[in-house]
């Protein structure tokens, strides 16, 4: 896991967004959108000092594995014709935000492995058709 802080003057670019798994803001006034660095770092690891964790948090597969995973996942949903043929906007926006939900969602070992598992049978399904 890493925390990654947008720069000052123009936040995260286009691509840099993307390799997140997971975004965070923090709410600011609209006069004064920007909040510097070393105020953002701040915020941010104060707020994850508050946070208590009764139980032990599982062990999560690490950012290349997510990565492995959404190809797969995009090569499916290509076989399903999911996504429109030629539609490069759409299938970057799907991607793009099937990548955060997965992100988001935080995937153990186990839950990678259904979700590949998920995708072979439907593309074997869909090789028998």
């Known amino acids: 896991m890493a925390i990654i802080f947008g720069r000052e ?3 995260l670019t286009n691509q840099e967004v ?3 798994g997971l975004l965070v803001t923090i709410p600011s006034e609209p006069e004064t959108p ?3 660095l070393a105020q953002s770092v701040l915020l941010v690891a104060y707020e994850l000092s508050q946070k208590s964790y009764k ?4 062990e999560l597969v690490k950012h290349e594995k997510v990565t ?3 190809e797969k996942i995009e090569s499916t949903l ?3 014709e999911f996504i429109p043929r030629g ?5 970057k926006k799907i991607m793009k935000n099937l990548k955060h939900l997965i992100g988001r969602s935080g995937l153990t070992e186990w839950e990678l492995k259904m979700l590949y598992g998920i995708c072979s049978q439907i ?3 869909l090789k028998d058709v």
């Open 9 to 11: 003057r123009n936040g």
């Open 18 to 20: 993307n390799e997140c």
């Open 34 to 36: 920007s909040l510097n």
């Open 55 to 58: 139980t032990a948090l599982p």
């Open 68 to 70: 492995a995973l959404c």
């Open 78 to 80: 290509k076989l399903l």
């Open 87 to 91: 539609d490069r906007d759409l299938e």
């Open 123 to 125: 593309e074997r399904k």
